[in-house]
């Protein structure tokens, strides 16, 4: 048994109220046992068999607690890298015309088919040590970079080998099927072709083989239309995995409707969708999930979280890290962007990137708030509240993470909270 005291205010996120309702306590406490939060509240309420001897006690130093961060957007698993595109791109090159001649997508799927399984893995342990030192304690992962059976099911099973087994990571893997990334060179001239190892092979298989729970399509001019996207999701909803949609990011083109008709979990992106979209994803409850720092990277406009909250929809915040578009898993970083971009209000920005992230993840049973019978999973930032955490962005304002129970972050130095000698 753990208890983590001396919290200022906690941030439970748990559901209900509006977007900007963080259900948050001052003077709490928080406490777990074999990884499981049994008690979260006023630190006076905490239940006698949380006191004294045989307890292990941890101290927040009055700081601000939150639940550990779900980055519920992340092409995690990729070979390579694209500094070369990001200068093309300061110079004037468009995202698409890097991608017409062989760039872009291509370029790391190019690289991501030269790598092996076990360099994938400790590329994608090297990412979540480091986003788990940010706070983040959950991590859904697409694959995307293969577009061919073989390194579709490798980036796949990357993501089963970080989640299983003797030397599985802390954070909870969510992985999704991506395969409706980019039509690859091989089917150039056969674009139906794909579509059916899509739909016909691919799909069924990893569901078959629980490789992953959702299934993911781009739909943009270049990528995915209507059409072939709403081929390969009901592909996916026939085989039980859950819809998932980029959509709308560098133009107008039907994906947030789609992804309402599709009763999707979340349309990503969504800088250019319609009011009809809006309104069709309000409706139908998919969350609507900002990812500023590939606006940002692409110096486009930003999503208008407002138009989507006013409507009434969850907005949840991701990074979308991946070579490309979004070289970064700074989840944080993502939030203070958030705000200042996309106006979404701090404190729904913060609930973005837990209980509605989460959500979109389809792993809100388990994650995403701070509430008895969720998994412990905890982030202490050095701050006394979200607007003053989001607002003075720092490269790391996170001081101790707790994933599933266990001390996996604490920062060094004066910043270190008293931990009572506990690990
Ligand atoms: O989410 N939009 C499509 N896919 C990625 C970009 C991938 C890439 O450029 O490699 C995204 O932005
Ligand atoms: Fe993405």
């Known amino acids: 048994m753990t208890v983590l005291r001396n919290i200022g205010l906690l941030a439970t996120c748990r559901p209900g109220g509006g977007p900007e309702e963080l259900h948050s306590e001052r003077g709490a406490a928080v406490a777990w046992e074999d990884g499981e939060i049994a008690f979260a509240g006023p630190e006076e309420d905490l239940p006698g068999r949380f006191r004294g001897d045989g307890v292990r006690e941890m101290d927040a130093g009055g700081r601000l607690v939150v639940p550990g961060l779900v980055d519920c957007h992340t092409h995690l698993a990729f070979g390579g890298w694209r500094a070369e595109e990001f200068e093309d791109r300061v110079r004037g090159a468009s995202?698409?015309?890097?991608?017409?001649?062989?760039?872009?997508?291509?370029?790391?799927?190019?690289?991501?088919?030269?790598?092996?399984?076990?360099?994938?893995?400790?590329?994608?342990?090297?990412?979540?040590?480091?986003?788990?030192?940010?706070?983040?304690?959950?991590?859904?992962?697409?694959?995307?970079?293969?577009?061919?059976?073989?390194?579709?099911?490798?980036?796949?099973?990357?993501?089963?080998?970080?989640?299983?087994?003797?030397?599985?990571?802390?954070?909870?893997?969510?992985?999704?099927?991506?395969?409706?990334?980019?039509?690859?060179?091989?089917?150039?001239?056969?674009?139906?072709?794909?579509?059916d190892l899509l739909t016909d092979e691919l799909i069924p298989e990893v569901?078959?083989?629980?490789?992953?729970?959702?299934?993911?399509?781009?739909?943009?001019?270049?990528?995915?239309?209507?059409?072939?996207?709403?081929?390969?999701?009901?592909?996916?909803r026939e085989h039980g995995l859950d819809r998932r949609l980029h959509a709308d990011q560098l133009s107008a083109g039907g994906g947030a409707e789609l992804a309402a008709e599709m009763g999707a979990r979340s349309a990503d992106h969504l800088e250019h969708a319609s009011d009809a979209g809006v309104e069709a994803m309000a409706d139908a409850g998919v969350v609507a999930v900002d990812l500023p720092l590939a606006s940002l990277y692409l110096d486009g406009p930003p999503m208008d979280a407002r138009r989507f909250l006013e409507r009434g929809a969850d907005v949840a915040v991701a990074t979308d890290f991946n070579p490309g578009t979004a070289p970064s898993y700074h989840l944080p970083l993502a939030m203070t962007l958030a705000c200042t971009r996309s106006r979404l209000p701090p404190a729904a920005a913060l609930k973005g990137a837990t209980l509605h992230a989460a959500r979109a993840a389809g792993v809100?049973?388990?994650?995403?708030?701070?509430?008895?019978?969720?998994?412990?999973?905890?982030?202490?930032?050095?701050?006394?509240?979200?607007?003053s955490w989001l607002y003075h962005h720092r490269p790391n304002a996170c001081v101790l993470t707790v994933t599933g129970g266990r001390v996996t972050w604490r920062a060094d130095g004066e910043r270190t909270p008293a931990t009572g000698g506990a690990r």
């Open 95 to 195: 995202y698409r015309e890097i991608a017409r001649e062989g760039g872009g997508i291509l370029s790391t799927v190019r690289s991501t088919r030269e790598a092996a399984g076990d360099e994938l893995v400790e590329r994608c342990r090297g990412f979540l040590a480091r986003m788990r030192r940010l706070g983040v304690t959950t991590v859904e992962a697409k694959s995307g970079y293969g577009l061919d059976r073989e390194t579709e099911l490798r980036l796949l099973r990357v993501y089963r080998r970080l989640r299983e087994g003797p030397d599985a990571v802390p954070e909870t893997v969510v992985p999704t099927f991506l395969g409706a990334h980019a039509v690859p060179p091989e089917f150039e001239t056969d674009r139906a072709g794909y579509l």
């Open 364 to 387: 809100e049973q388990r994650v995403g708030s701070v509430e008895p019978g969720k998994r412990a999973d905890l982030a202490v930032i050095d701050a006394p509240d979200p607007v």
């Open 207 to 236: 569901a078959r083989r629980r490789l992953a729970t959702a299934c993911d399509v781009f739909v943009e001019e270049g990528a995915f239309s209507v059409a072939e996207a709403r081929a390969v999701l009901e592909a996916a």
